[in-house]
């Protein structure tokens, strides 16, 4: 079955930097878009960035863009969300999710359980 | 960047009632839309994609519809089960926006 699982979430200094990750099993993850979504404490969700099949193609929220970086490594079925210039307002709960087809849709399908980022002083 | 607003943004209904919640986009965005469950501590789950595609596994009472900018999701009988967030996304271009969620409580 599907499986996503976040990991590398915690407490983080304001201006510093934290890398997240998210390792995926059961289905062929070379073919599909992959996306993060976040959910501040008590908050909606917010999409962050996706990434395509081959690494090829990535989209930024406004919020995040020359600051984050999504990048997937093929070989290890992994991907990673590299955060710097952390802001307050980043703190959340950050989801890694799969498209529902590997045409992607930007529809979300399966989504790992969340890692949180606390950005605190 | 498109703009997804839902209405309303709580609700309270009865076991057995049908409910309707609405989301409009800022701009046409034919069906690229989709529909997401959302419970406490919990992952959202995709309900309907494709503004009236229902997703594998999910109960036959659920339905979505709309094109351009104006979609509804309707849940025909409520089971108690169905008492959480609801949150809409346009998949049409990037950012992929949500809309900011309709809560759906017990009456």
């Known amino acids: 079955q599907v499986q996503l699982v976040e990991s590398g979430g915690g407490v983080v200094q304001p201006g510093r930097s934290l890398r997240l990750s998210c390792a995926a099993s059961g289905f062929t993850f070379s073919t599909y878009a992959m996306h993060w979504v976040r959910q501040a404490p008590g908050k909606g969700l917010e999409w962050v960035a996706v990434i395509s099949h081959d690494g090829n193609s990535k989209y930024y929220a406004d919020s995040v863009k020359g600051r984050f970086t999504f990048s997937r490594d093929n070989s290890k079925n992994t991907l990673s969300l590299q955060m710097n210039s952390l802001r307050a307002e980043d703190t959340a709960v950050y989801f890694c999710?799969?498209?529902?087809?590997?045409?992607?849709?930007?529809?979300?399908?399966?989504w790992g359980q969340g890692t949180l980022v606390t950005v605190s002083s | 960047d498109i703009q997804m607003t839902q209405s309303p943004s709580s609700l309270s209904a009865s076991v057995g009632d049908r409910v309707t919640i609405t989301c409009r986009a800022s701009q046409i965005i034919s069906n690229y839309l989709n529909w997401y469950e959302q419970k406490p501590g919990k992952a959202p789950k995709l309900l309907i994609y494709?503004?009236?595609s229902l997703q594998s596994g999910v109960p036959s009472r659920f339905s979505g519809s709309g094109s351009g900018t104006d979609f509804t999701l309707t849940i025909a009988t409520l089971q108690p089960e169905d008492f959480a967030t609801y949150y809409c996304?346009?998949?049409?271009?990037?950012?992929?926006?949500f809309g900011q969620g309709t809560k759906l409580e017990i009456k």
């Open positions: 999710a799969r498209d529902r087809s590997t045409v992607a849709t930007f529809s979300l399908e399966y």
């Open positions: 996304q346009q998949s049409y271009s990037s950012p992929y926006t």
């Open positions: 494709a503004a009236s």
